[in-house]
């Protein structure tokens, strides 16, 4: 490998959300958190290769990042491991890439300290992906809060219904901000989901985001501004809901039913429905 490197607080770039982890004993709780198996791994916005250097020493990795100075200086640090096929380097947007689909045509892991900014359309992507078989990626505190969050928690989102529907949602372990160079303007958390299944259902999803659009507001009220009132308070009625409840007080099997419902209605009146209101960390 190439000794050269450059100094992370010079190199990083805040148009990429760059905060590079450095601390060697977080990257080493990574490598330990990752399933025993022998999966490929894929990472996305490697860096400067702190933990890369680590995977290629148990798993082959495909890596993408976006910033092509460091895919200049991460082709020399690992000439050796691309060489020997241990390491495959990808320059170029992560996201353009799943536009044609699958990021490996075989069952693989994500393991990554992924760019704050873009962690959530990532993490949805990876949940899409039928060949993604888990996500163990560092997030912002908050984001990793919402995907692993359980019924009645009041960080339970839309975000927390899709992990649940796949899978299974863990917080491994918190993460300080003095763990990277620079260091971030908020708390990170090691997240990992580990799927059964993929998302498949756009619908569902945007479903989801009605019914989460204001989070204070009763469920009841998110739902009316697209589902006609008479259809939702019988389903209601026959499922045991509450017309009070708030969004984060129904659980993904509930959500699930009530979704499967309303799509057996041909008339229901629906509107335009928003985006994912994800709220942009402060990095």
């Not at 260091?183 to 259902?201: F, G, T």
Request: glycine residues 6%; proline residues 6%; neutral net charge.
């Amino acid at each position: 490998m190439n000794n050269y490197r450059p100094n992370a607080s010079d190199i990083a770039d805040k148009k990429f959300g760059q905060n590079f982890l450095e601390d060697r004993s977080i990257v080493e709780k990574i490598i330990e958190a990752m399933p025993e198996d022998d999966l490929p791994i894929v990472e996305i916005g490697p860096g400067l290769g702190d933990l890369t250097q680590e995977l290629v020493r148990v798993r082959s990795v495909t890596a993408f990042e976006v910033d092509k100075r460091l895919c200049g200086y991460l082709e020399k640090r690992f000439s050796g491991a691309i060489a020997d096929g241990r390491l495959r380097l990808e320059c170029g947007d992560v996201l353009k890439r799943w536009e044609g689909g699958s990021l490996l045509e075989q069952p693989y892991r994500l393991v990554a300290n992924l760019p704050y900014y873009i962690a959530t359309t990532i993490l949805l992507k990876a949940l899409r992906d039928p060949h993604c078989r888990s996500t163990l990626t560092m997030v912002q505190k908050e984001v990793a809060e919402k995907f692993a969050a359980c019924e009645g928690d009041r960080n339970f989102s839309a975000l927390s219904v899709l992990a649940g529907s796949v899978g299974e949602a863990t917080v491994r372990f918190l993460v300080p901000p003095e763990a990277f160079n620079p260091p971030p303007k908020v708390d990170s958390a090691v997240l990992e989901i580990r799927k059964e299944h993929s998302l498949n259902d756009e619908a569902f999803e945007a479903f989801l985001r009605v019914a989460f659009k204001q989070p204070r507001k009763t469920l009841m009220k998110n739902l009316s501004s697209v589902y006609p009132k008479a259809v939702l308070t019988s389903l209601f009625e026959e499922v045991g809901l509450q017309q009070t409840l708030r969004p984060h007080q129904v659980g993904t099997s509930l959500y699930r039913r009530i979704y499967q419902a309303l799509t057996k209605e041909s008339d229901h009146g629906k509107k335009s429905e928003p985006e994912y209101g994800a709220t942009k960390p402060k990095r």
